[in-house]
């Protein structure tokens, strides 16, 4: 049974920094994406970031890429996901994923993947 678990999650003031784990069993990580993706109130789930576990292969939402970043542990089949300089725009619940891997598909689409976490928050205060 694929599951996916995140953590890391709470409460942090502009500029400062978290960072989310993702730790995933039951499948072979090497196979499949890992992404993170976030929902706040009244807006759709987005994709934030995420990885190809087969290459390494990393994807960034434009509203982070140079403040955030996803790596893996695939010795422990865990994704990270360090958020630095985070702004109140990213407060969200914070969802990890997982997804069998397909070169077609569209890594940073949350239709495309079949596997959730339970959410972590994350709250930024200005």
């Known amino acids: 049974e694929v599951q996916v678990v995140e953590s890391g999650g709470g409460l942090v003031q502009a500029g400062g920094s978290l960072r989310l784990s993702c730790a995933a069993s039951?499948?072979?990580?090497?196979?499949?994406?890992i992404g993170w993706f976030r929902q706040a109130p009244g807006k759709e789930r987005e994709g934030v970031s995420c990885?190809?576990?087969?290459?390494?292969?990393?994807y960034y939402a434009d509203s982070v890429k140079g403040r955030f970043t996803i790596s893996s542990d695939n010795a422990k089949n865990t994704v990270y996901l360090q958020m630095n300089s985070l702004k109140p725009e990213d407060t969200a619940v914070y969802y990890c994923?997982?997804?069998?891997?397909?070169?077609?598909?569209?890594?940073?689409?949350?239709?495309?993947?079949?596997?959730w976490g339970q959410g972590t928050q994350v709250t930024v205060s200005s």
């Open positions: 039951g499948f072979t990580f090497d196979d499949y994406a």
């Open positions: 990885i190809s576990s087969s290459d390494g292969s990393t």
């Open positions: 994923a997982a997804q069998l891997f397909a070169q077609a598909m569209d890594i940073m689409r949350p239709y495309e993947y079949d596997y």
